[in-house]
C-alpha cells in the first residue's frame, strides 16, 4: 500500500521571516515593529532609500514595507535599484497619498502591496503575512487536505464506478496533480502517482464492457462522445449567439487543458465539462467522429473516398467536409471556415488574416496540432525527450507555446469581438513506461497503443483490450478474422523480434490510441467572453 513520506507525521521547522522596513519617521512606527515581532518575524530599519538599497545588497530580505515620501530619493525611484539588488524581493509601498495618480504609478511599477497611511499594527500584519507566509499558509493547507482525502482515496473501491463517476474520480486525481505541484510538494506528488496503476487497471475493466454496451444502447445512459460533441455543445452556442469559434486542440489532457485555464481566464469566463473519446483514441478515429458526428464504422461506409485501408495523416483530410455534412444533417444552415494550424508558418498565416479568420456569421472551426506534434516528436528527438521528461514539463512546455501561439492569438480576438468559444480535443496521451509483448501476423497495423489483424495476443493479458469483433466498436470493417487490441496502463506494443529496439526507442514516450482516462475522458469548455 502507499503510503506518506515520512516528514507529513512530524512538524517542520518554521524559516526565517524577515522585513526591513524604510521610513525616515522609523521611530514612530515602533508599535508596529514591536506586533511584527511578536508574531515571529525578524523586522529591521531603514531611514532612507540608499541605505535601504545597501542593506539589501548585504542580505536577503523576505519584505520590503517602503515608504514613498522621505528626504533625498523617495520610493518610487529607489525600485529599480532594490529590484536590481534583489529581484525575488517583494516589495510594498507605504504612503501618505491617496491621489490616483500614485496609486496608478506605484501598481504599474510591479509592486506587490499598496498601504495608505494611517495603518494599524494589524492591518500591517495582515500585509506581510500575505506576502510571506500565504505560500507557506496554502501550501500546508494543500498538505493537510490532501492526506486527509488521500487515505479515503486508498480505501475507496474503483470497481463498480459509473462513467459520471470516472469523470469525478479522474478529476479530482487530475487537480490534486497540479496543485501538489504548484505547492512544491514532490513527497505528496510521489504518494499521488501511486494510485494511478489500480486508477488506469479499473478504467480498462470498466471500459471492456461499458463501451460496446454504449455503442449498443446509444440512447440510454451514457456519456457524451466524440460524436456528441457537435450537436450538444456547438450548436447551442450558434442556436443563441448566429457565431460560434470551435477550436481542437489535438492530443490535449484534462491536466495541460487545467494548466492553460489561468492564462485564459482573464479574458473568458470558463464552464468546463468532459466527455469520452470513441476508440481507439486516436486522432483518425476520435477526431473525424468529433466533425461527423459518426463513428469510425459509419464514415468509412457513408464515405469511402475518403476513408480506405490506410492509416495516415490522409485520413483527416476532410474534417471540414464531414463537418459541414454533419450540420446537413442536423438541418443546420451555418457557414462553416475552417483552419488548420500544423506548422509555425501555418500559425503566422493565421495570425497575418487575425482580423478575417473568425467569420462574421456561422462556425469557425480551428484545429490546433502542436500538443500532438510534440508528443510524437519527443520519440524521435534526444532534445525533446530531455526538455519533455515527464507530464509536469509537458504541462510547461504546453504553457509556453500556447503564450506565444496562434490559438492565444485566436482567442484574444474572439474576446475582443465579444465571440463565445468552446474548446475541445479529440483524445489524450500517456506516458508510456511499460513494453507489452504482443503476437500478431504480418497483417497486423504497426501502432504502438492499438493494432487491428488477425490472431492478435498480448502476452499478457491485463495489458490490453482485445476485441474480437470490430462492430462492437463501430470501426471500419477489415474482414473476417479482424481483431482490435488497445494497450492498457502505461504499456506500449513491442514484438518478441524487436523487443530491445522498441524498448530503446519508445519507452518513456507520451503516446495514445489505447484506453486510460489520460486518453478517453476529456474536457470540452465553454469560453464567454468577460465584459
Known amino acids: 500500500m502507499d503510503k506518506l513520506p515520512r516528514q507529513y507525521i512530524w512538524p517542520m521547522p518554521l524559516p526565517t521571516k524577515s522585513v526591513l522596513w524604510v521610513d525616515d519617521e522609523a521611530e514612530m512606527l515602533e508599535p508596529h515593529r514591536m506586533f511584527l515581532r511578536d508574531k515571529g518575524f525578524e523586522v ?50 507605504v504612503t501618505k497619498s491617496e491621489e490616483d495618480s500614485t496609486m496608478t504609478e506605484a501598481l504599474g511599477a510591479a509592486l506587490e502591496g499598496y498601504i495608505v497611511k494611517p495603518v494599524t499594527p494589524r492591518q ?56 501538489l505541484i504548484a505547492a512544491n510538494e ?68 484534462l491536466d495541460q487543458w487545467r494548466a492553460l485555464e489561468p492564462i485564459i481566464a482573464p479574458l473568458f469566463d470558463i464552464e468546463t465539462s468532459y466527455y469520452y473519446s470513441v476508440l481507439p483514441t486516436a486522432t483518425p478515429f476520435s477526431r473525424n467522429a468529433l466533425f461527423s458526428g459518426l463513428f469510425p464504422g459509419e464514415i468509412a461506409a457513408r464515405f469511402p473516398d475518403w476513408w480506405g485501408e490506410r492509416e495516415d495523416e490522409t485520413l483527416n483530410a ?38 478575417r479568420v473568425i467569420a462574421a456569421e456561422g462556425i469557425s472551426a480551428f484545429v490546433f496540432n502542436f500538443v500532438d506534434l510534440l508528443t510524437h516528436g519527443r520519440s524521435e528527438s534526444a532534445i525533446l ?59 497486423a497495423t504497426q501502432n504502438l497503443r492499438y493494432k487491428f489483424g488477425e490472431d492478435l495476443r498480448a502476452e499478457n493479458p491485463e495489458q490490453g483490450l482485445l476485441f474480437t469483433n470490430e462492430d462492437s466498436l463501430k470501426l471500419p470493417r477489415r474482414g473476417l478474422g479482424a481483431n482490435t487490441l488497445l494497450a492498457t496502463g502505461d504499456s506500449f506494443f513491442v514484438y518478441p523480434t524487436k523487443l530491445r529496439e522498441y524498448q530503446s526507442r519508445y519507452r518513456g514516450s507520451f503516446l495514445h490510441g489505447g484506453v486510460t482516462p489520460e486518453e478517453c475522458i476529456l474536457p470540452v469548455s465553454l469560453l464567454t467572453p468577460r465584459r
Not at 494543500?142 to 459520471?164: C, H, M, N, Y
Not at 509556453?400 to 482567442?411: E, G, I
Open 44 to 93: 529591521e530599519t531603514a531611514t532612507n532609500a540608499d541605505d535601504a538599497i545597501e542593506m539589501v545588497r548585504r542580505r536577503p530580505y523576505n519584505l520590503v514595507l517602503l515608504d514613498e515620501q522621505m528626504p533625498g530619493k523617495r520610493g518610487l525611484d529607489a525600485l529599480r535599484d532594490l529590484r536590481e539588488a534583489d529581484p525575488n524581493v517583494a516589495i510594498v509601498m
Open 124 to 179: 500591517v500584519y495582515a500585509a506581510v503575512t500575505r506576502l510571506i507566509e500565504g505560500p507557506r499558509i496554502r501550501q500546508q493547507a494543500i498538505a493537510r487536505k490532501f492526506v486527509d482525502r488521500f487515505r479515503v482515496l486508498q480505501t475507496e473501491p474503483l470497481r463498480g464506478l459509473s462513467w459520471r463517476e470516472w469523470i469525478e474520480r479522474y478529476s479530482e486525481i487530475t487537480q490534486w496533480d497540479l496543485d
Open 186 to 253: 514532490t513527497g505528496l506528488y510521489e504518494s499521488l502517482q501511486g494510485l494511478y496503476a489500480d486508477l488506469r487497471r479499473e478504467f480498462a475493466h470498466f471500459i471492456r464492457a461499458a463501451y460496446p454496451a454504449w455503442l449498443r444502447d446509444l440512447g440510454g445512459d451514457r456519456p457524451p462522445l466524440s460524436i456528441d460533441i457537435v450537436p450538444e455543445f456547438l450548436l447551442p452556442i450558434l442556436n443563441s449567439e448566429k457565431q460560434a469559434l470551435f477550436v481542437v486542440i489535438d492530443c490535449l489532457r
Open 318 to 355: 476532410h474534417e471540414r467536409e464531414l463537418l459541414e455534412a454533419q450540420l446537413a444533417e442536423l438541418h443546420v444552415q451555418a457557414p462553416v471556415r475552417y483552419e488548420k494550424v500544423s506548422t509555425a508558418a501555418d500559425g503566422d498565416d493565421v495570425e497575418r488574416r487575425l482580423s
Open 385 to 443: 525527450y530531455e526538455v519533455a521528461r515527464d507530464e509536469i514539463a509537458l504541462r510547461q512546455l504546453t504553457q509556453q507555446w500556447f503564450r506565444r501561439s496562434a490559438l492565444f492569438a485566436v482567442l484574444q480576438e474572439a474576446a475582443r469581438r465579444r465571440v463565445k468559444v468552446l474548446v475541445t480535443s479529440d483524445h489524450g496521451s500517456i506516458h508510456c513506461r511499460t513494453p507489452a509483448t504482443v503476437f500478431a501476423k504480418r497483417d
